[in-house]
Protein backbone atom coordinates (compact mmCIF):
# COMPACT_ATOMS: atom_id res chain seq x y z
CA UNK A 1 0.00 0.00 0.00
CA UNK A 2 1.27 3.66 -0.80
CA UNK A 3 0.27 6.04 1.87
CA UNK A 4 0.51 9.57 -0.15
CA UNK A 5 1.49 12.30 1.78
CA UNK A 6 -0.11 15.95 1.24
CA UNK A 7 2.35 18.34 0.06
CA UNK A 8 1.62 21.59 2.19
CA UNK A 9 3.71 24.28 -0.20
CA UNK A 10 4.59 27.32 1.98
CA UNK A 11 7.13 28.73 -0.27
CA UNK A 12 4.92 31.99 -1.01
CA UNK A 13 1.35 32.95 -2.13
CA UNK A 14 2.65 32.90 -5.49
CA UNK A 15 1.80 29.23 -5.44
CA UNK A 16 -1.87 29.48 -5.19
CA UNK A 17 -3.98 28.23 -7.98
CA UNK A 18 -7.16 29.68 -9.80
CA UNK A 19 -10.43 29.38 -7.90
CA UNK A 20 -13.28 27.80 -9.52
CA UNK A 21 -15.05 30.59 -10.13
CA UNK A 22 -12.06 32.26 -11.71
CA UNK A 23 -11.81 29.74 -14.13
CA UNK A 24 -15.79 29.63 -15.30
CA UNK A 25 -14.72 34.05 -15.39
CA UNK A 26 -11.50 32.40 -17.35
CA UNK A 27 -13.95 30.24 -19.82
CA UNK A 28 -16.74 32.93 -20.43
CA UNK A 29 -14.73 36.00 -20.41
CA UNK A 30 -15.45 38.48 -23.31
CA UNK A 31 -12.21 39.58 -25.29
CA UNK A 32 -10.70 41.86 -27.96
CA UNK A 33 -7.15 43.33 -28.15
CA UNK A 34 -6.04 44.57 -25.44
CA UNK A 35 -2.64 46.60 -27.56
CA UNK A 36 -5.56 48.67 -29.74
CA UNK A 37 -7.33 48.91 -26.01
CA UNK A 38 -10.72 46.85 -27.56
CA UNK A 39 -10.49 44.12 -24.60
CA UNK A 40 -13.96 44.92 -22.50
CA UNK A 41 -12.65 42.47 -19.90
CA UNK A 42 -8.97 44.67 -19.35
CA UNK A 43 -10.61 47.72 -19.42
CA UNK A 44 -12.96 46.81 -16.86
CA UNK A 45 -10.54 45.37 -15.04
CA UNK A 46 -8.03 48.76 -15.10
CA UNK A 47 -10.88 50.40 -13.88
CA UNK A 48 -12.40 49.09 -11.20
CA UNK A 49 -8.74 48.68 -9.82
CA UNK A 50 -7.85 52.98 -11.01
CA UNK A 51 -11.47 52.92 -8.37
CA UNK A 52 -10.65 51.14 -5.96
CA UNK A 53 -7.10 52.12 -4.91
CA UNK A 54 -8.65 55.47 -5.09
CA UNK A 55 -6.77 57.11 -8.17
CA UNK A 56 -7.55 58.06 -11.75
CA UNK A 57 -6.40 55.38 -13.93
CA UNK A 58 -4.43 51.93 -14.13
CA UNK A 59 -2.69 49.06 -16.50
CA UNK A 60 -2.78 45.48 -16.20
CA UNK A 61 0.40 43.91 -16.77
CA UNK A 62 2.18 40.62 -16.57
CA UNK A 63 3.81 40.40 -13.14
CA UNK A 64 4.84 42.20 -10.45
CA UNK A 65 8.67 43.19 -11.55
CA UNK A 66 7.79 44.82 -15.11
CA UNK A 67 4.49 46.79 -13.12
CA UNK A 68 7.53 48.27 -10.56
CA UNK A 69 10.13 48.71 -13.52
CA UNK A 70 7.47 50.46 -15.73
CA UNK A 71 7.02 52.78 -12.80
CA UNK A 72 10.20 53.61 -12.51
CA UNK A 73 10.82 53.94 -16.33
CA UNK A 74 7.89 56.53 -16.29
CA UNK A 75 8.28 58.57 -12.86
CA UNK A 76 12.34 59.12 -13.99
CA UNK A 77 14.50 60.27 -16.52
CA UNK A 78 18.17 58.71 -17.15
CA UNK A 79 20.86 59.50 -15.08
CA UNK A 80 18.60 60.18 -11.94
CA UNK A 81 18.64 58.75 -8.47
CA UNK A 82 15.74 56.46 -6.73
CA UNK A 83 15.84 56.37 -3.58
CA UNK A 84 14.55 52.86 -1.91
CA UNK A 85 14.44 51.23 0.89
CA UNK A 86 17.69 48.31 1.30
CA UNK A 87 15.47 45.19 1.45
CA UNK A 88 12.87 46.15 -0.86
CA UNK A 89 12.05 43.78 -3.98
CA UNK A 90 13.03 46.86 -6.68
CA UNK A 91 16.45 46.86 -5.12
CA UNK A 92 17.36 42.90 -3.89
CA UNK A 93 15.63 40.97 -5.88
CA UNK A 94 14.62 42.89 -10.04
CA UNK A 95 18.26 42.25 -11.35
CA UNK A 96 19.09 45.81 -11.34
CA UNK A 97 16.14 46.47 -13.93
CA UNK A 98 16.38 49.85 -12.14
CA UNK A 99 19.98 50.19 -14.00
CA UNK A 100 19.41 48.36 -17.00
CA UNK A 101 15.43 49.49 -17.93
CA UNK A 102 15.88 53.33 -16.70
CA UNK A 103 19.15 54.04 -16.45
CA UNK A 104 18.98 55.22 -13.00
CA UNK A 105 21.16 54.46 -10.11
CA UNK A 106 19.50 53.26 -6.88
CA UNK A 107 20.37 55.19 -3.49
CA UNK A 108 19.22 52.01 -0.68
CA UNK A 109 18.52 54.10 2.65
CA UNK A 110 18.26 51.12 5.36
CA UNK A 111 14.62 50.77 6.84
CA UNK A 112 12.87 48.94 9.98
CA UNK A 113 11.12 46.47 9.18
CA UNK A 114 11.01 48.00 5.43
CA UNK A 115 10.18 51.62 7.56
CA UNK A 116 12.41 54.38 6.06
CA UNK A 117 13.29 57.00 8.92
CA UNK A 118 12.05 60.33 7.03
CA UNK A 119 14.79 61.99 7.81
CA UNK A 120 17.17 59.90 6.03
CA UNK A 121 14.81 59.66 2.99
CA UNK A 122 15.20 63.55 3.21
CA UNK A 123 18.87 63.44 3.75
CA UNK A 124 18.85 61.36 0.76
CA UNK A 125 17.32 63.59 -1.42
CA UNK A 126 20.29 65.61 -4.17
CA UNK A 127 20.27 68.81 -3.70
CA UNK A 128 20.95 71.33 -6.45
CA UNK A 129 24.81 70.72 -7.09
CA UNK A 130 26.05 70.39 -10.68
CA UNK A 131 27.97 67.30 -9.60
CA UNK A 132 24.99 65.75 -8.26
CA UNK A 133 22.46 63.22 -9.95
CA UNK A 134 18.53 64.71 -9.44
CA UNK A 135 16.83 62.53 -7.32
CA UNK A 136 13.56 61.38 -9.59
CA UNK A 137 11.94 59.17 -7.18
CA UNK A 138 11.46 57.66 -3.94
CA UNK A 139 10.23 53.80 -3.89
CA UNK A 140 8.66 52.55 -0.65
CA UNK A 141 7.16 48.55 -0.48
CA UNK A 142 3.83 47.68 0.83
CA UNK A 143 4.02 45.00 2.77
CA UNK A 144 7.61 44.58 3.03
CA UNK A 145 8.80 41.10 2.04
CA UNK A 146 11.69 41.00 3.52
CA UNK A 147 11.13 41.79 6.99
CA UNK A 148 8.37 38.98 7.19
CA UNK A 149 5.40 40.76 5.54
CA UNK A 150 5.42 43.77 8.12
CA UNK A 151 3.02 46.65 7.30
CA UNK A 152 4.67 49.90 6.84
CA UNK A 153 2.98 51.93 9.63
CA UNK A 154 0.56 54.82 8.14
CA UNK A 155 2.24 57.61 9.71
CA UNK A 156 5.35 56.17 8.40
CA UNK A 157 4.02 56.40 5.01
CA UNK A 158 2.57 59.57 5.08
CA UNK A 159 5.82 60.92 6.38
CA UNK A 160 8.15 59.94 3.70
CA UNK A 161 5.60 60.76 1.06
CA UNK A 162 5.50 64.44 2.35
CA UNK A 163 9.12 64.80 2.61
CA UNK A 164 9.68 63.36 -0.98
CA UNK A 165 7.00 65.59 -1.97
CA UNK A 166 8.24 68.98 -0.27
CA UNK A 167 11.12 68.10 -2.91
CA UNK A 168 9.35 67.75 -5.44
CA UNK A 169 10.11 64.10 -5.89
CA UNK A 170 7.07 61.59 -6.45
CA UNK A 171 6.25 57.96 -4.96
CA UNK A 172 6.42 54.98 -5.94
CA UNK A 173 4.79 51.95 -4.19
CA UNK A 174 5.82 48.26 -4.39
CA UNK A 175 2.11 46.83 -3.05
CA UNK A 176 2.54 43.90 -4.56
CA UNK A 177 1.01 42.83 -1.11
CA UNK A 178 -1.09 45.97 -0.77
CA UNK A 179 -4.30 44.65 0.20
CA UNK A 180 -2.93 42.17 2.83
CA UNK A 181 -1.36 45.91 4.12
CA UNK A 182 -5.00 46.98 4.36
CA UNK A 183 -6.63 44.20 5.66
CA UNK A 184 -4.10 43.65 8.63
CA UNK A 185 -4.75 47.39 9.35
CA UNK A 186 -8.87 47.04 8.89
CA UNK A 187 -8.29 49.83 6.65
CA UNK A 188 -9.71 50.48 3.26
CA UNK A 189 -6.66 49.88 0.47
CA UNK A 190 -7.37 53.66 -1.27
CA UNK A 191 -6.81 55.17 2.56
CA UNK A 192 -3.00 53.12 2.53
CA UNK A 193 -1.94 54.19 -0.76
CA UNK A 194 -3.51 57.80 -0.81
CA UNK A 195 0.00 59.37 0.44
CA UNK A 196 1.65 57.92 -2.66
CA UNK A 197 1.48 58.91 -6.22
CA UNK A 198 1.65 55.14 -7.54
CA UNK A 199 1.05 51.49 -6.74
CA UNK A 200 1.92 48.11 -8.48
CA UNK A 201 -0.27 45.54 -6.84
CA UNK A 202 -0.24 41.65 -7.86
CA UNK A 203 -3.51 40.18 -8.63
CA UNK A 204 -1.24 36.46 -8.28
CA UNK A 205 -0.54 36.72 -4.90
CA UNK A 206 -2.59 36.43 -2.24
CA UNK A 207 -5.34 37.54 -4.16
CA UNK A 208 -4.92 33.86 -6.13
CA UNK A 209 -5.11 35.08 -9.98
CA UNK A 210 -2.79 32.78 -11.94
CA UNK A 211 -1.53 35.65 -13.58
CA UNK A 212 -1.06 39.59 -13.59
CA UNK A 213 -0.61 42.69 -11.53
CA UNK A 214 -2.10 46.37 -11.61
CA UNK A 215 -0.14 49.42 -12.32
CA UNK A 216 -2.08 52.70 -10.63
CA UNK A 217 -1.73 56.13 -10.86
CA UNK A 218 -2.48 59.54 -12.39
CA UNK A 219 -3.70 59.31 -16.29
CA UNK A 220 -0.81 60.67 -17.35
CA UNK A 221 1.48 58.58 -15.23
CA UNK A 222 -0.68 55.87 -16.61
CA UNK A 223 -0.63 56.72 -20.06
CA UNK A 224 3.36 56.95 -20.36
CA UNK A 225 3.61 53.53 -18.75
CA UNK A 226 1.52 51.59 -21.88
CA UNK A 227 4.29 53.08 -23.83
CA UNK A 228 6.60 51.96 -21.65
CA UNK A 229 4.53 48.34 -21.10
CA UNK A 230 4.77 47.87 -25.33
CA UNK A 231 8.29 48.47 -24.92
CA UNK A 232 9.06 45.53 -22.98
CA UNK A 233 6.91 43.30 -25.20
CA UNK A 234 4.04 43.66 -22.31
CA UNK A 235 1.18 44.50 -24.47
CA UNK A 236 -0.42 41.77 -24.67
CA UNK A 237 -3.89 40.88 -27.15
CA UNK A 238 -7.02 38.85 -25.80
CA UNK A 239 -5.29 39.42 -22.65
CA UNK A 240 -9.34 39.19 -21.23
CA UNK A 241 -8.67 35.66 -20.28
CA UNK A 242 -6.54 36.43 -17.52
CA UNK A 243 -7.99 40.23 -16.38
CA UNK A 244 -11.54 37.95 -15.98
CA UNK A 245 -9.74 36.19 -12.99
CA UNK A 246 -8.36 39.46 -11.80
CA UNK A 247 -11.68 41.01 -11.78
CA UNK A 248 -12.82 38.24 -9.10
CA UNK A 249 -9.49 38.72 -7.07
CA UNK A 250 -10.47 42.35 -6.46
CA UNK A 251 -13.87 41.93 -5.98
CA UNK A 252 -14.11 38.74 -4.01
CA UNK A 253 -10.85 37.51 -3.00
CA UNK A 254 -9.92 40.55 -0.69
CA UNK A 255 -11.61 39.23 2.71
CA UNK A 256 -10.33 36.55 2.66
CA UNK A 257 -6.72 37.32 3.38
CA UNK A 258 -7.74 37.80 6.76
CA UNK A 259 -7.54 34.02 7.00
CA UNK A 260 -4.18 33.48 5.63
CA UNK A 261 -3.33 36.11 8.84
CA UNK A 262 -4.98 34.23 11.41
CA UNK A 263 -2.91 30.87 10.23
CA UNK A 264 -0.07 32.82 9.85
CA UNK A 265 -0.06 33.61 13.53
CA UNK A 266 -1.14 30.06 14.16
CA UNK A 267 1.41 29.06 12.53
CA UNK A 268 4.39 31.58 14.01
CA UNK A 269 3.48 30.81 17.34
CA UNK A 270 3.68 26.90 17.04
CA UNK A 271 6.98 27.02 15.24
CA UNK A 272 8.46 29.34 18.32
CA UNK A 273 7.50 26.23 20.29
CA UNK A 274 9.62 24.19 18.38
CA UNK A 275 13.12 24.07 20.28
CA UNK A 276 15.93 25.43 18.06
CA UNK A 277 13.31 27.71 15.86
CA UNK A 278 12.93 31.08 17.13
CA UNK A 279 10.08 33.79 15.44
CA UNK A 280 9.85 37.28 16.29
CA UNK A 281 6.08 37.63 16.65
CA UNK A 282 6.13 40.96 16.45
CA UNK A 283 6.90 40.72 12.88
CA UNK A 284 4.38 38.43 11.75
CA UNK A 285 1.50 41.08 10.73
CA UNK A 286 -0.25 39.10 8.02
CA UNK A 287 0.82 36.44 5.99
CA UNK A 288 4.79 35.45 6.06
CA UNK A 289 6.64 33.95 8.66
CA UNK A 290 10.90 34.61 9.18
CA UNK A 291 12.20 31.86 11.44
CA UNK A 292 15.64 31.62 12.71
CA UNK A 293 17.51 28.45 13.46
CA UNK A 294 19.29 28.24 16.73
CA UNK A 295 19.79 24.84 16.59
CA UNK A 296 23.38 24.06 15.55
CA UNK A 297 22.87 21.29 13.54
CA UNK A 298 20.77 22.79 11.16
CA UNK A 299 21.49 25.29 8.47
CA UNK A 300 18.39 27.23 6.78
CA UNK A 301 19.14 24.85 3.34
CA UNK A 302 19.56 22.26 5.11
CA UNK A 303 16.52 22.74 7.66
CA UNK A 304 14.40 23.96 4.16
CA UNK A 305 15.38 20.90 2.24
CA UNK A 306 14.68 18.35 4.99
CA UNK A 307 11.45 20.10 5.82
CA UNK A 308 10.19 20.37 1.72
CA UNK A 309 11.44 15.90 1.50
CA UNK A 310 8.63 15.97 4.25
CA UNK A 311 6.03 17.81 2.80
CA UNK A 312 6.64 21.11 4.38
CA UNK A 313 7.85 22.79 1.08
CA UNK A 314 9.63 26.11 1.84
CA UNK A 315 12.79 28.30 1.07
CA UNK A 316 15.77 29.63 2.72
CA UNK A 317 15.99 33.40 2.92
CA UNK A 318 19.34 33.61 4.83
CA UNK A 319 22.25 31.62 6.27
CA UNK A 320 19.62 30.43 9.48
CA UNK A 321 16.29 31.83 7.73
CA UNK A 322 13.66 30.49 6.81
CA UNK A 323 10.48 32.10 5.04
CA UNK A 324 6.91 30.37 4.82
CA UNK A 325 4.21 31.93 3.41
CA UNK A 326 0.16 30.91 4.42
CA UNK A 327 -2.23 31.56 1.37
CA UNK A 328 -5.81 30.68 0.24
CA UNK A 329 -4.47 26.74 -0.45
CA UNK A 330 -3.63 26.10 2.80
CA UNK A 331 -6.44 25.57 5.53
CA UNK A 332 -5.91 25.60 9.21
CA UNK A 333 -5.44 21.86 9.57
CA UNK A 334 -2.67 22.32 7.12
CA UNK A 335 -1.16 24.79 9.52
CA UNK A 336 -1.22 21.73 11.98
CA UNK A 337 0.05 19.19 9.88
CA UNK A 338 3.09 21.28 8.90
CA UNK A 339 3.91 22.24 12.78
CA UNK A 340 3.56 18.44 13.86
CA UNK A 341 5.67 17.69 10.67
CA UNK A 342 8.32 20.33 11.35
CA UNK A 343 8.84 19.69 15.10
CA UNK A 344 9.28 15.84 13.87
CA UNK A 345 12.50 17.24 11.09
CA UNK A 346 14.15 19.47 13.79
CA UNK A 347 13.86 17.04 16.75
CA UNK A 348 15.52 14.35 14.25
CA UNK A 349 18.62 16.31 13.02
CA UNK A 350 20.13 16.27 9.61
CA UNK A 351 21.29 12.63 10.18
CA UNK A 352 18.14 11.58 11.82
CA UNK A 353 14.79 10.32 9.89
CA UNK A 354 11.68 11.76 11.42
CA UNK A 355 9.38 8.84 11.93
CA UNK A 356 6.53 7.99 8.65
CA UNK A 357 8.04 11.07 6.86
CA UNK A 358 10.50 10.55 3.91
CA UNK A 359 13.67 12.56 3.55
N1 LIG B 1 8.08 38.16 -4.69
C1 LIG B 1 8.34 36.74 -4.78
C2 LIG B 1 9.83 36.52 -5.04
O1 LIG B 1 10.26 37.28 -6.11
C3 LIG B 1 10.70 36.87 -3.87
C4 LIG B 1 7.87 36.07 -3.52
O2 LIG B 1 7.70 34.85 -3.54
O3 LIG B 1 7.65 36.77 -2.51
N2 LIG B 1 7.36 43.05 -5.16
C5 LIG B 1 7.33 42.26 -4.07
C6 LIG B 1 7.28 42.88 -2.71
C7 LIG B 1 7.34 40.87 -4.23
O4 LIG B 1 7.34 40.11 -3.14
C8 LIG B 1 7.37 40.32 -5.53
C9 LIG B 1 7.46 38.83 -5.73
C10 LIG B 1 7.38 41.19 -6.63
C11 LIG B 1 7.38 42.56 -6.40
C12 LIG B 1 7.47 40.69 -8.05
O5 LIG B 1 6.31 40.07 -8.48
P1 LIG B 1 6.36 39.04 -9.74
O6 LIG B 1 6.83 37.74 -9.18
O7 LIG B 1 4.95 39.01 -10.20
O8 LIG B 1 7.28 39.62 -10.74
Not at 203 to 212: D, Q
Request: net charge negative.
Amino acid sequence: MTLLMKIIDLRSDTVTVPTPEMRRAMFEAEVGDDVYGEDPSVNQLETEAAALLGKEAALFVPTGTQGNQIAIMSHTSRGQEVIMEAESHVFYYEQGGIAVLSGCQTRPVPGVNGAMDPDRVEAAIRGENIHYPVTGLVCVENTHNRSGGCVVPMENLMAVAEVAHRHGVPVHMDGARVFNAAVAQGRPVAEVVAPVDSVMFCLSKGLAAPVGSMLVGSQAFIDRSRRARKLLGGGMRQAGILAAAGLVSIRSMVDRLAEDHENAQTLARGLNEIAGLRVDLATVQTNMIMFDIDDARWDAESLAGAMTRAGVVCNANGPRRVRLVTHKDVSAADVAEALDRTAQVVKAGPDGKAAGYMY
